[in-house]
């Protein structure tokens, strides 16, 4: 946990309907939780109201299509994060040193690396992907 004592939360697939809830919890608790990361496929209205509602840190988009056009929408609403995009990308986020736990919610086999690489990190990992339980 960082010094204000909040657990910084990476959400792996917040376009999904685990990651919106997971983000609703984290709304309704806000001196528990920080969300410091999104990631997601290609979802970009969606993900352009949750960076403006929750101004992670880092974000990423699988697609960098996704990501350029999330880049454009930013810009336009005055938004300077940083838009990443890729699988490199997302498995920087589940180790990045700010991030505390990640909700593991990438839909199949998709999530599987990025859930190994944060679990090999020592990060405490929420599971929300069957594939990755087995």
Same mark, same amino acid.
């Given at each position: 946990?960082?010094?204000?004592?909040?657990?910084?939360?990476?959400?792996?697939?917040? $376009?999904?309907?685990?990651g919106v809830n997971t983000l609703d919890v984290i709304s309704?608790?806000?001196?528990?939780?920080?969300? $410091?990361?999104?990631? #997601?496929?290609?979802?970009?209205?969606?993900?352009?109201? !949750?960076?403006?509602?929750?101004?992670?840190?880092?974000?990423?988009?699988?697609?960098?299509?996704?990501?350029? !056009?999330?880049?454009?929408? @930013?810009?336009?609403? *005055?938004? $300077?994060?940083?838009?990443?995009? *890729?699988?490199?990308?997302?498995?920087?986020?589940?180790?990045?040193?700010?991030?505390?736990?990640?909700?593991?919610?990438?839909?199949? #086999?998709? *999530?599987?690396?990025?859930?190994?690489?944060?679990?090999?990190? *020592?990060?405490?990992? @929420?599971?929300?992907?069957?594939?990755?339980?087995?």
């Amino acid at each position: 946990m960082n010094p204000s004592g909040k657990l910084r939360v990476a959400v792996m697939g917040s $376009t999904g309907s685990i990651g919106v809830n997971t983000l609703d919890v984290i709304s309704r608790h806000p001196e528990r939780f920080e969300v $410091t990361a999104l990631v #997601a496929n290609s979802r970009v209205d969606v993900m352009l109201a !949750q960076v403006l509602a929750h101004r992670p840190k880092l974000v990423v988009m699988a697609s960098e299509a996704a990501a350029a !056009q999330l880049r454009a929408d @930013l810009k336009e609403n *005055g938004h $300077t994060v940083q838009v990443f995009s *890729g699988s490199d990308a997302i498995n920087d986020v589940a180790i990045h040193p700010e991030v505390d736990a990640v909700m593991a919610a990438i839909v199949g #086999a998709a *999530g599987l690396p990025s859930s190994l690489a944060a679990a090999r990190a *020592g990060k405490r990992l @929420l599971l929300a992907n069957k594939e990755a339980l087995v």
